[in-house]
C-alpha cells in the first residue's frame, strides 16, 4: 500500500525567500504524485501533478516540483515566496491502475508562514 | 471550470442527532468522494463512489454511511453524531479511471466544518 510523508508539519519564511517543501512516498512502482494548496478556510486546490515523463513539472502559481526515483521524493519550490503563499500544502500519492479505484492518500500536509 | 459544491459550511450539532452533509459536482465526474481533515492527520478517505449506488470503505468509515442517488450528488450521513466526530469535512470528485491524462485529479468543495457538541 502506498504512503506518503511529509516531515515539515510548519514552516516559516521570510517574503522573496525560496521555499521548498519535502514529500517522500511509499510505492513498489512509480505512483501519481500530487501537490494541493488549501487556503485558509478553503478547500484544496491543485498546484501540479506528476504521472510521467519530465521529472521536473511546472505549476500554478510559480511552483515547480520534482520527482527523484532514487530518493522517492516530490518536492516542491518556489524561487521567491509571496505573502499570499501562506497556506498549508499537501502531498498526495496515487496508484496507478493498482486494480482497485485509484484512492489518493495524502500527507498531514505542511503549514507555511511568510514574514514580510 | 469544475465546482463542487458543499451545502452547508458551518453546523452545529449535538451528540446523538442525525446529519446531512450534501455534496454536488456539475463536471458528470463519475467518482466522488468524502474526506475528513483534522490537524496533523492530514485527509483520511471516509468513503467513495465511483458511480450512481456504489460505494466502497475509505480507511475510517465507521459511524458513516453515504448515499449517491443521482450522479450529481453525493450524501453523507453521520446516523447518531458524536464529539469525535467534529472535523472538517471535504467532499471531491474526478472524472473515473478511464479519463485519460486527467485521472486522479481530485476536485474539492470548499468543506463543512462540523461542530458536535
Known amino acids: 500500500a502506498q504512503s506518503v510523508t511529509q516531515p515539515d508539519i510548519h514552516i516559516t519564511v521570510s517574503e522573496g525567500a525560496s521555499l521548498e517543501l519535502r514529500c517522500n512516498y511509499s510505492?513498489?512502482?512509480?505512483?501519481?504524485l500530487f501537490w494541493y494548496v488549501q487556503s485558509p478556510g478553503q478547500g484544496l486546490q491543485l498546484l501540479l501533478k506528476?504521472?510521467?515523463?519530465?521529472?521536473l513539472v511546472q505549476g500554478i502559481k510559480g511552483f515547480e516540483a520534482e520527482f527523484k526515483r532514487s530518493q522517492s521524493s516530490f518536492n516542491l519550490r518556489k524561487p521567491s515566496v509571496h505573502w499570499s503563499d501562506a497556506a498549508e500544502y499537501f502531498c498526495?500519492?496515487?496508484?496507478?491502475?493498482?486494480?482497485?479505484?485509484?484512492?489518493?492518500?495524502f500527507g498531514a500536509g505542511t503549514r507555511l508562514a511568510v514574514h514580510p | 471550470d469544475v465546482k463542487v459544491t458543499q451545502s452547508s459550511r458551518y453546523l452545529v450539532k449535538r451528540t446523538g442527532e442525525k446529519v446531512f452533509l450534501e455534496c454536488v459536482q456539475d463536471m458528470d465526474h463519475e467518482n466522488m468522494f468524502w474526506y475528513r481533515q483534522d490537524p496533523g492527520l492530514g485527509l483520511r478517505l471516509i468513503y467513495f463512489s465511483y458511480d450512481v449506488k456504489m460505494k466502497e470503505k475509505g480507511d475510517i468509515p465507521e459511524g458513516y454511511s453515504v448515499s449517491r442517488e443521482k450522479k450529481e450528488r453525493f450524501s453523507l450521513i453521520l446516523e447518531s453524531a458524536s464529539t469525535n466526530q467534529t472535523s472538517m469535512y471535504l467532499c471531491?470528485?474526478?472524472?473515473?479511471?478511464?479519463?485519460?491524462?486527467?485521472?486522479?485529479?481530485?476536485?474539492f468543495g470548499e468543506g463543512s466544518r462540523l461542530t458536535v457538541l
Open positions: 506528476y504521472f510521467s515523463g519530465d521529472t
Open positions: 498526495a500519492v496515487g496508484a496507478p491502475f493498482s486494480g482497485g479505484y485509484n484512492k489518493l492518500i
Open positions: 510505492y513498489g512502482a512509480t505512483p501519481y
Open positions: 471531491a470528485s474526478r472524472v473515473g479511471l478511464a479519463g485519460g491524462p486527467r485521472t486522479g485529479e481530485l476536485f
